[in-house]
């Protein structure tokens, strides 16, 4: 059997007493995760394990079948392996978001939704500033870039933006972890925090003088006009799907994010580029959906993400996070769906997000989420809609973290 996760990112969400108190699942049209569920089979599933951040390099990462305890190394080191920044032994890769600032507060997490071809111009910039044989930045995608260090060290509390719209962000830099070890070779988590804080604070000076941002300002928009680094690490050791799962001969990641592509990379994932795929609500779900379908044609299993749903939750915007519920519906689920219904060969679709991203709070939480599967011959449950009430009752019950995909793979 071939199998197909489309995974809705941050599409969870709480009641909301603007839609009757229903939650956004409940309250969006979407016929074809309701037939899938009312055919197929739904629970909840566990995305994020004890003592980790609601984040989706972990709840991806645990989707994926594999264990946080052992693997994780935060997003710094997956979004270098999909930019294709190959770390050295004595690397600390760390995310590093160019954000907006205002009034001394994180305005937003995505500085005023950059697109890259501008963010690369300030990364440079930065680089030509900033950088020397300890400190380099690397442009990623959007608002979404690297920072390394060499000799840096990951024992160090950072605080993801996202997580902290409108509050004030000195209060937030960089701090070393309680009893962070001492690691031969490498700098320590002060004298790395100390580093951090620095470059962000001497980004701030460099960014507001710089002509995006003048020009940004002369119009009364939003300024790209502070780095944020957070959630570094080292190299991580990733077994490939194929060696955790046999039944994984080969597969493919599609997704706009470099974090999701980075752990595609380590998972021995094909990358596969889609033109016009953003990470926002504009993204090309037709060029994603029959990429998905054409590798689902040669190979076996195929993870396509979209990152929609999240970002218009960190933004607080409700009838954008039901219109892109609304999009992976008609533009992702139902033409898979009737594509591969048809084939001789079964295959399993599986529908998720990886957390929920509330409208009303506009962070990650740490809950369970809904999903469902559907392949021809399933024995269906009594759930008869796909939303976060619904699941509750489903007959795969709770599930956590990696027997979602040990289920998978049993079928």
Request: proline share 6%; charged share 25%; glycine share 8%.
């Amino acid at each position: 059997m071939k199998h197909i996760i489309i995974l809705g990112d941050g599409m969870a969400d709480h009641a909301v007493e603007r839609l009757g108190g229903k939650t956004l699942l409940q309250y969006a049209d979407t016929p074809y995760m309701d037939l899938l569920a009312k055919k197929g089979r739904t629970g909840r599933l566990v995305t994020v394990p004890d003592g980790f951040p609601p984040g989706s390099e972990v709840a991806n990462t645990a989707i994926l079948g594999y264990d946080l305890d052992e693997v994780y190394e935060g997003r710094g080191p997956l979004e270098a392996a999909s930019i294709g920044y190959e770390m050295r032994p004595d690397d600390m890769a760390i995310r590093c978001n160019i954000i907006t600032l205002e009034d001394g507060r994180i305005i937003t997490h995505n500085g005023g939704n950059l697109q890259t071809v501008d963010a690369d111009v300030l990364i440079q910039y930065l680089n030509e500033h900033l950088a020397d044989d300890r400190v380099r930045f690397i442009t990623g995608i959007q608002y979404r870039h690297l920072l390394v260090i060499r000799g840096g060290s990951k024992h160090i509390v950072c605080a993801p933006p996202h997580d902290h719209p409108n509050e004030p962000w000195r209060e937030l830099l960089v701090r070393p972890e309680a009893d962070a070890p001492v690691e031969e070779g490498r700098m320590t988590a002060q004298e790395t925090a100390d580093l951090v804080n620095d470059l962000i604070l001497r980004s701030q000076e460099l960014l507001s003088k710089h002509p995006y941002n003048v020009a940004k300002a002369a119009k009364g928009e939003r300024q790209a006009n502070s780095i944020w680094p957070w959630s570094g690490g080292y190299r991580p050791k990733m077994q490939t799907l194929q060696e955790q799962f046999p039944q994984v001969k080969s597969g493919s990641v599609i997704s706009a994010v470099d974090l999701i592509r980075g752990i595609g990379h380590y998972a021995g994932l094909d990358i596969v580029e889609v033109e016009g795929a953003t990470g926002l609500w504009d993204t090309n779900y037709e060029g994603k959906c029959q990429a998905a379908i054409e590798a689902l044609r040669h190979q076996d299993f195929v993870f396509v993400h979209v990152e929609a749903s999240d970002e218009a939750g960190h933004d607080g915007d409700l009838e954008l996070k039901l219109r892109t519920i609304e999009n992976l519906d008609r533009r992702m689920v139902e033409p898979i769906y009737n594509e591969v219904k048809t084939w001789a060969e079964p295959v399993c679709i599986t529908v998720l997000p990886d957390h929920p991203t509330p409208v009303e709070t506009r962070t990650h939480v740490k809950e369970p989420v809904p999903f469902l599967t559907w392949h021809r011959g399933i024995v269906p449950d009594e759930v008869k809609e796909y939303d976060e009430v619904s699941c509750v009752s489903g007959g795969y019950g709770m599930l956590r973290l990696r027997e979602l995909m040990t289920t998978l793979m049993s079928m």
